[in-house]
């Protein structure tokens, strides 16, 4: 056990640290997820818009527990001696762009067949803009692998 946490936290063994940090961690990046929507911070693209239809009543609500549950977090952090959890950017690309690069490979023309009969014509017009989008997530992913 590390003695450092042994000292600073007897409830704790070194396991449970790391496994309580981690999640609480996790809930909090979600609590301020939750927030920046909340509050109006809505993304939007050609294909998704995020649309909100909190009420001002319900978002002053939201937020008032939001705090609240922050606040708690901050607590137990105090408490218990919990470590922050960083998450830098490039391993969040590397995780994140990784997952898109299997999502478009599953929309070549071929992988949409469980869908319904494919149009022969499909592959010839929708293959190379998806090759292309993969070329672009191997790009990002090789400019965030070689810093």
Do not use: Y
């Not at 042994?6 to 790391?18: F, G, I, K, T, W």
């Not at 939750?34 to 998704?48: P, Q, V, W």
């Not at 803009?129 to 997530?137: A, E, F, P, S, T």
């Amino acid at each position: 056990m590390n003695e450092d946490h042994a000292l600073a936290n007897p409830l704790l063994n070194e396991h449970q640290h790391r496994a309580l940090s981690t999640r609480l961690s996790s809930i909090e990046r979600e609590l301020h997820k939750a927030e920046r929507l909340i509050k109006g911070d809505l993304a939007k693209g050609e294909l998704f818009e995020t649309t909100s239809d909190i009420t001002q009543a319900e978002s002053e609500e939201l937020l008032k527990i939001i705090h609240a549950a922050r606040q708690v977090i901050a607590d137990l952090k105090s408490q218990l001696a919990l470590t922050v959890k960083k998450q830098d950017v490039r391993a969040w690309v590397l995780g994140h762009f990784s997952i898109v690069w299997t999502i478009l490979e599953d929309c070549h023309a071929n992988k949409l067949g469980g869908f319904g009969e494919v149009s022969p014509e499909l592959s010839q017009s929708l293959d190379p803009k998806i090759d292309q989008l993969i070329r672009m997530v191997n790009s990002i992913n090789k400019r965030v692998t070689t810093h």
